[in-house]
């Protein structure tokens, strides 16, 4: 069981599962939206996905054509996003979970990208 949030509480969520995975991404694209050096993502089934609260508050952006990026209206958190042509997937910020256990990221993508300061033992 996971929970989460954004930052102004407006948005609550809970997945009624474990997660599998976790993913770091450094594309230019999960920097920018992120405000981070790196995105942090764990793809989950929308089927196990439930907003408790604020989903009023949810706004959706399309930067690319089939993927909406979905946030907090009133704080600006990013929660999820997904691929129009997988609806069935949601890719979960997991900066936003509150409770439950994430797993170390066993993936990097776009490490051309990564800063070389940057050190993460994804090995184990
Ligand atoms: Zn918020
Ligand atoms: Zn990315």
Redesign the pocket.
Same mark, same amino acid.
């Given at each position: 069981m996971i929970q989460g949030q954004c930052l102004c509480g407006a948005v609550k969520y809970r997945y009624a599962a474990e997660l599998e995975q976790s993913i770091l $991404?450094? $594309?230019?694209? $999960?920097?920018l +939206?992120q405000g981070a050096l790196?995105?942090w993502?764990s793809p989950i089934g929308k089927s196990k996905f439930q907003l408790l609260q604020g989903e009023t508050d949810l706004q959706e952006y399309f930067h690319t054509e089939n993927k909406a990026r979905v946030f907090c209206r009133k704080c600006g958190s990013p929660i999820y996003s997904y691929r129009k042509d997988l609806p069935n997937v949601l890719r979960l910020r997991l900066g936003t979970v509150t409770q439950g256990v994430i797993p170390a990221p066993k993936e990097q +993508?776009?490490q051309e990208y990564k800063p070389e300061f940057i050190c993460i033992d994804s090995s184990s």
């Amino acid at each position: 069981m996971i929970q989460g949030q954004c930052l102004c509480g407006a948005v609550k969520y809970r997945y009624a599962a474990e997660l599998e995975q976790s993913i770091l $991404c450094f $594309c230019q694209h $999960c920097r920018l +939206a992120q405000g981070a050096l790196f995105g942090w993502n764990s793809p989950i089934g929308k089927s196990k996905f439930q907003l408790l609260q604020g989903e009023t508050d949810l706004q959706e952006y399309f930067h690319t054509e089939n993927k909406a990026r979905v946030f907090c209206r009133k704080c600006g958190s990013p929660i999820y996003s997904y691929r129009k042509d997988l609806p069935n997937v949601l890719r979960l910020r997991l900066g936003t979970v509150t409770q439950g256990v994430i797993p170390a990221p066993k993936e990097q +993508a776009y490490q051309e990208y990564k800063p070389e300061f940057i050190c993460i033992d994804s090995s184990s």
